[in-house]
């Protein structure tokens, strides 16, 4: 099992990144997906998760309406696109498959004038 992460970096308030992890070495189609990121100081927390065809997806109160997280199962590559991003955003970003207890090796996403 492997994920790629890529995308990440500084950014300006308001401002936008998308975040891409592409995997290798399972069924990719066949499994959910999550997003996860940990704030300097702060326990890791769940930003959004998508079920294995793309068809619910659900986020954290503080992402909604800002974050959109979605999945190209013939890339086997899930995406968290990131709008109107805030101080508050930053932290390392960690892709994760919670049925095989695997986690990405984290990007860092840095908001900040």
């Known amino acids: 099992v492997q994920v790629v992460q890529s995308g990440g970096g500084l950014v300006q308030p308001g401002g936008s990144l998308r975040l891409s992890c592409v995997a290798s070495g399972f069924a990719f189609s066949r499994l959910k997906m999550r997003w996860h990121r940990q704030a300097p100081g702060k326990a890791r927390e769940l930003v959004a998760s998508i079920d294995a065809s793309g068809g619910t997806t659900n986020y954290a109160d503080s992402v909604k309406g800002r974050f959109i997280i979605s999945r190209d199962n013939a890339k086997n590559t899930v995406y968290l696109q990131m709008n109107s991003l805030k101080p508050d955003d930053t932290g390392v970003y960690y892709c994760?498959?919670?049925?095989?207890?695997?986690w990405g090796q984290g990007t860092q996403v840095t908001v900040c004038s």
């Open positions: 994760n498959i919670p049925e095989l207890v695997f």
